[in-house]
């Protein structure tokens, strides 16, 4: 049975003393507080392998909670991050990570170690580049990026062979990087809303894409790329 400690909206400001002696919980929910930071305390709970920390105010993380057996959700999204802990990539088992609608420049190269990953979320940042190490996060199958600054994606992206969906929304790319040319089971491909001013005819060949979503952007689709994307039954948003 999964111990479960929810204190979800209880407007905490500090966690108190006595949440450090729950060593038995596996799932621990702070979301919805006005949280300004995370004593070094949480290490102890040696349980957790889901931690919610969304809708705060932590403006860091500290290093004892890459130390915790996070296995399945890590939520750090919507607070005041500037920066994540290189000790982040400690969690080689995580499957979710959320660090979307921070305030994130960059990523931490020791993101590459995160061998676990499905899902990874850094909505609504300013990253203006991916570390290379992306492309090692071998069993990734989502990743949301939009609202960031990007003008391009890392060749190693090419590596990210089980990646499905890639939300790229609201950055600043001007052309569709070249490393997604080669994925074969990419399904959801969402480019609205960046600069893009020529689409590539490698396209109409990724084997497994369902759905391109190219509003919002100032380039005009070629009438045969279209065509051959709808031939293989891609639905075309332009």
Do not use: F
Not at 111 to 140: C, D, F, K, T, Y
Not at 180 to 186: N, V
Not at 193 to 202: E, G, I, M
Request: net charge neutral; proline share 6%.
């Amino acid at each position: 049975m999964t111990a479960t400690l929810s204190l979800w909206k209880r407007q905490l400001r500090v966690l108190p003393d006595t949440l450090w002696q729950r060593s038995e919980l596996d799932v621990l929910i702070l979301a919805d507080n006005a949280l300004t930071e995370i004593p070094p305390e949480i290490a102890r709970l040696r349980r957790l392998h889901t931690l919610d920390l969304g809708h705060n105010a932590l403006t860091s993380i500290p290093r004892e909670l890459t130390e915790l057996p996070l296995t399945q959700y890590l939520y750090l999204h919507d607070n005041l991050l500037t920066e994540l802990p290189r000790s982040l990539g400690r969690l080689t088992e995580l499957r979710y990570l959320n660090v979307g609608d921070n305030r994130l420049t960059g990523l931490p190269a020791t993101i590459g170690a995160m061998a676990g990953l499905v899902e990874l979320r850094a909505e609504h940042n300013q990253l203006a580049e991916l570390p290379a190490s992306v492309g090692r996060l071998g069993r990734l199958r989502e990743l949301w990026l939009r609202g960031n600054r990007l003008t391009g994606l890392p060749a190693s992206v090419a590596d990210l062979a089980d990646l499905r969906h890639l939300d790229l929304r609201d950055n600043e790319l001007t052309d569709v990087p070249e490393a997604l040319a080669g994925l074969p089971r990419l399904r959801h491909l969402d480019l609205r809303s960046n600069r893009l001013r020529t689409l590539p005819d490698w396209l109409a060949g990724l084997p497994a894409l369902e759905r391109l979503d190219l509003r919002w952007n100032t380039v005009e689709p070629a009438r045969r790329l279209l065509d051959r994307l709808a031939q293989r039954g891609c639905a075309v948003w332009a």
